[in-house]
Nanobody, 124 residues
Framework: QVQLVESGGGLVQAGGSLRLSCRTS????????MGWFRQAPGKEREFVAA????????RYSESVKGRFTISRDNAKNTVYLQMNSLKPEDTAIYFC?????????????????WGQGTQVTVSA
């Protein structure tokens, strides 16, 4: 069992930055791959970024590539999402997710555990 708790969301103006954190517990962090997803009102949940066990390999959606950076600190059992050059269309609830093994899944149904989400709102 893995517990995930996100933090760091908030209200920011377009062009600004936020850093989301997702702290995990209940399982050896170095054995689980992590991902970030988001869901805007009236839309389906979409993939944002994923990171492998070691943190060396990452994957991003086209809509955030070059603006967002996913990273992990295995000593702190935490994964981060640094979000720069934010746009109003980035407004959504952001979720972190975990799955066992070394992978970079983009499909939400490949993830076994989810956090409760943190709201990110970008004003124009």
């Amino acid at each position: 069992q893995v517990q995930l708790v996100e933090s760091g969301g908030g209200l920011v103006q377009a062009g600004g930055s936020l850093r989301l954190s997702c702290r995990t517990s209940g399982q050896t962090f170095s054995s689980i791959s992590m991902g970030w997803f988001r869901q805007a009102p009236g839309k389906e949940r979409e993939f944002v970024a994923a990171i492998s066990l070691s943190g060396i390999n990452t994957r991003y959606s086209e809509s955030v590539k070059g603006r967002f950076t996913i990273s992990r600190d295995n000593a702190k059992n935490t994964v981060y999402l640094q979000m720069n050059s934010l746009k109003p269309e980035d407004t959504a609830i952001y979720f972190c997710a975990a799955n066992y093994g070394n992978n970079l899944f983009q499909l939400s149904d490949r993830y076994d555990y989810w956090g409760q989400g943190t709201q990110v709102t970008v004003s124009a």
